[in-house]
Structure formats: C-alpha cells, structure tokens
C-alpha cells in the first residue's frame, strides 16, 4: 500500500473507531491543506472543506477555491463552505482595547477564530477537525498557531516533511496553481509567505531538522545560519510542542 492510501485509511479507521461521521478541514489554498483535504476525501466519508478568509488575499482564496472545486469533481462525499470571517474578526477586535493590538497577536487571532468556526462545524456535523500541519511546522520550529491551527483531532500529515507532501500531493494530481504558490499562513495582510517570516527555506529547514547533532566545523555559513535560525524558533516555540506545565505537589 502507497503512503497516501495508508493514511486515507488511517484517518477512516479512526473515524469509524470514533462513532463520528464527518472530517472538517479548513482549506487555506496552501499545499498541505490541500493535501490533507483530499486524502480525508478518498476515504469516501464526508468531508467538509472550509474556506474562511479573513482579510484575505483574493490569490490564497480563489485556489483554495479551485481545489475544493476539483475535489468535489472527484469524490461525491465532499461538502464545500465558504465562511467570510472579516467582519467578525473586525468587530470582535473593537471589544479588546486598541493597546493589544499586536500584529502577531492579531494574526493569531485569526487563526483562533477559524479554529473556533471548524469546531462549530464538527460540533454540529458529528465531525473531526483535521490537522494541517507538517513534521517541520508541528515538530521542528512550532510555525503554528497555540490554540490555532495548532488546535485539531488528528494529524495525518504531521509526519510527513515538507518535500515529502509535495511529491504525495503531485501523485494525487492536487492542481498546479497549489503546487507552485509559495507557501503562507495566510494570517497577514501583506500577504508575506512563510519564507520571508523565518528567513529559510522549507528545504533548508528539512536539512536543519535531521542536522542538528552536525559538528559545527564542517559546515558553511549558510549552514551555520540556518542551524541557528531553526534552533532559536524550536526553542522560542517548544511551549507548543510539550504538554502543559503542571504544578506537582509533593
């Protein structure tokens, strides 16, 4: 059995298991919701695809979109939503005083407000959230959102490294204008893609994750570079990697 179908029929299994009926996936028109979107799709359960943009870039919207629109082509069982959430994200943001508006908390709330929306679907759809994210993203430097994306029932692709969603995703035919964005959280205004917000590359951030033991001697600049900007986000991160502190009494 091929990796894809080995998780298509994990993900079934543990539906099944779990007396559910329904998986939810927030589309976001990236490569790994895509992905993990249709391989809950070939399960031939129901698979409800969200799409909730949020000040978004019309580009991010039109291919998440697209994709949902060529999965629905393939598989009867899948149910497409497109959720505006601006408004509401605007108008929670006038209840919290102006003087918290930090950018980066602002972004994640973004990605809070779509997790609390996929909730409420499978809430009323006897459904899973799905997760999104890849080995690098959940294991390596944490580039999620606590309680955000990060907030899920079950990861079929979080074992999976970056290159190797990319080549299960071109097996499964996932269409071209997903493959060669460039990925993004999609959580910004300015649309800035992943890479600009680590200074790496997912390539050089696979390298990094199974090079950390290197002997520092060996290595070029970049690679140095790159070492160190993947040890200061892993380490910046690991709160929403571990479990939460718990005080033990004695």
Known sequence: MNLQNEISSWLDTY??????????????????????????????????????????NPNETDRAEKHCNWLSSKYHNVEILKIDLTNLYLEYLKTIPVQFHNQLALANTRARIRMSSLYLIAGGSKGIVVGTGNKIEDFGVGF?????????????????????????????????????????????????????????????????????????????????EVLSIYNNFRYSNLHKMIPIPIFKRK
């Open 144 to 224: 999620f959102t606590k309680y955000g994306d990060g907030g899920v029932d079950i990861s079929p692709i979080a074992d999976l490294m970056k290159s190797e969603v990319y080549s299960v995703a071109k097996d499964l035919g996932i269409i071209k204008e997903i493959l060669d964005a460039a990925p993004t959280d999609g959580l910004w205004d300015d649309g800035r893609t992943d890479e600009e917000q680590l200074g790496v590359s997912y390539d050089e951030l696979e390298w990094a994750m199974k090079n950390t033991d290197n002997n520092q001697m060996d290595l070029s600049d970049r690679e140095k």
């Open 15 to 56: 539906l099944i298991k779990s007396k559910l009926s329904t998986f939810v996936v927030g589309v976001s028109g990236g490569i790994d919701s895509a992905l993990t979107s249709t391989l809950c799709a070939m399960t031939g359960q129901k698979t409800i695809l969200v799409i909730m943009p949020i000040q978004q």
